[in-house]
């Protein structure tokens, strides 16, 4: 067999052992369900996975990926984990996280046909425009991109809260936060964008919905 494919039954082979031997009853816990406190919503890219950056083992995040870790409201998987994380798992806390030199979104600030892609991609032009004045007043491209990196972030967060799944459970449970981060992938650290949010208080009126929506 080809060495890329063969050698993740090797690795797994290992890891199994690596596990068993700290907790002999790591799987048989694992396989009784998961209540993970955490929702992670990250990029596809093969350098940013989920629970080795954040030190987290099997059964502690929920994830879902995509490229350039959008919230896209008409993308049925990201809405169905969302559903699924907040109100049958409950989760505490639900996290974007968007990494520097994201390939998605550097693209999104060329002007180059790329395929397919360049209609997902376009969610990203569209966070460009809206900060327009902000990226264009920075002139090494570089420093452009990762601000956008952490504007896209920023977005997404408030895409998630304008959701009726994210309103509907603040308003019967108080729950979830919802954070943005940024991981570096030059040092591997992973940082808090300060942009919390809770609840309704801070979003515009038009995303607003009443108390007593249908649930
Ligand atoms: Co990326």
């Known amino acids: 067999m080809e060495e890329s494919y063969s050698k993740i039954f090797e690795g797994n082979r290992k890891w199994v052992d690596d596990m068993n031997e700290q907790d002999p009853a790591f799987f048989a816990k694992l396989a009784k369900g998961q209540k993970p406190p ?62 520097y030199g994201c390939g998605g979104v550097l693209a999104a600030m060329g002007n180059t046909q790329v395929g397919l892609i360049d209609n997902w991609l376009r969610h990203i032009k569209d966070v460009y425009r ?12 570089i420093e452009r991109g990762r601000r956008l990196v952490e504007l896209n972030v920023i977005e997404q967060v408030y895409d998630l809260c304008k959701t009726s799944i ?24 992973l940082v808090d964008l300060n942009c919390t949010v809770r609840d309704n208080s801070e979003m515009a009126d038009i995303y607003v919905f009443d108390d007593g929506a249908v649930v």
């Not at 809206?130 to 491209?141: K, R, Y």
């Not at 603040?170 to 981060?181: A, E, F, I, L, S």
């Open 130 to 141: 809206i900060h327009q004045a902000e990226l264009d007043a920075i002139p090494d491209a």
């Open 38 to 99: 955490l929702l992670w919503i990250g990029c596809s890219d093969s350098r940013v996975p989920a629970n080795e950056i954040t030190g987290t083992l099997p059964g502690e995040v929920f994830v879902h990926r995509n490229i350039a870790n959008m919230v896209v409201h008409t993308d049925m998987s990201m809405l169905s984990v969302l559903d699924y994380a907040v109100n049958i798992l409950e989760v505490k806390h639900v996290i974007v996280c968007g990494h």
């Open 166 to 189: 994210i309103q509907n459970a603040w308003t019967k449970t108080k729950r979830p936060y919802v954070h943005g981060v940024v991981y570096d992938l030059n040092n591997g650290l």
